[in-house]
């Protein structure tokens, strides 16, 4: 066998191994996961909306293509400048989770609605909730870009009243730092708390987001973007309740709703970068 097919003969080796490993790290990487949303119709979930209205909620969450549209329904500029927020509401699971990593993905629109001028691209999904209201007591990941300053808030945590956790920031107390390279804890309590700042995320593009919550019960919260950790929590309370995605100021789409769920607690370490 002559030098020049020795050398191809291993690069094809190599390139078979790659695969291989590739597609093996993949697989891995979905197992224990499966579809909450099928992507057809509202099996497991039910729509709110602050206004209450049933036939409005089907208009603003649209299924299309096995995703969630939306706003797919409803005009653009919809109750800008009034003060109005009739349409901002959520779908929701049926069933309480507790202890999973929760995965989907999202991209913007070009639909503006509601408090669009206060809060741009705005919407987010909120977990261990206790209630289904309008805002409901849970803890949000929040989804948002201003385009206006071109940050990126998704990964931010939200606590609304009725909800807590500890948090640890950067010494200015503007974002999220690990404990473990220094992270200071709250002292000032606050219901905002953004994430670490990232150029890892795709805005106005057509381009999509992939997100993770993993969330361990009340042990901790972490946020993940397109792979990274940029926030966490910890001691949170509730502990345990239905999951919930939003539509706030901004057409938005949803797809790949899936949950892998735990019996135990997983050790935080199992999942730091």
Avoid at 80 to 88: R, S, V
Avoid at 106 to 115: A, S
Avoid at 191 to 213: K, Q, R, S, V
Avoid at 242 to 260: C, D, L, P, V
Wanted: aromatic residues 14%; proline residues 3%; contains cysteine.
């Amino acid at each position: 066998m002559n030098k020049a097919r020795k050398i191809y003969l291993l690069v094809v080796v190599i390139f078979i191994n790659i695969s291989v490993g590739m597609a093996q790290t993949k697989a891995s990487s979905k197992k224990g996961f499966h579809k909450v949303f099928n992507g057809e119709n509202w099996d497991g979930w039910h729509l709110k909306l602050r206004n209450g209205d049933a036939e409005m909620a089907k208009k603003v969450f649209a299924i299309e293509d096995g995703m969630v549209h939306v706003f797919k329904d409803m005009p653009d500029s919809l109750n800008l400048g009034t003060g109005e927020n009739a349409t901002h509401g959520l779908f929701y699971t049926n069933k309480k989770y507790s202890k999973y990593i929760l995965r989907f993905e999202y991209k913007w629109g070009k639909k503006i609605t509601n408090n669009f001028e206060r809060w741009q691209y705005d919407a987010g999904v909120y977990y261990h909730v206790i209630d289904d209201k309008v805002w409901p007591v849970g803890i949000e990941y929040q989804i948002r870009y201003n385009q206006e300053t071109g940050l990126n808030h998704t990964g931010d945590l939200i606590r609304p009243k009725g909800a807590d956790y500890k948090w640890f920031s950067t010494k200015d107390g503007k974002s999220y730092l690990n404990p473990k390279d220094g992270g200071i804890a709250e002292v000032k309590r606050d219901w905002m708390h953004l994430a670490t700042p990232t150029t890892n995320f795709n805005a106005l593009n057509d381009e999509w987001n992939t997100c993770e919550i993993i969330v361990m019960g009340g042990e901790y919260t972490i946020h993940k973007l397109n792979g990274d950790i940029v926030n966490m929590a910890f001691n949170t309370t509730p502990s345990e309740g239905i999951i919930g995605f939003q539509s706030e100021t901004a057409e938005i789409y949803y797809k790949n709703i899936e949950i892998k769920e735990f019996d135990k607690v997983v050790p935080v370490e199992k999942f730091m970068n």
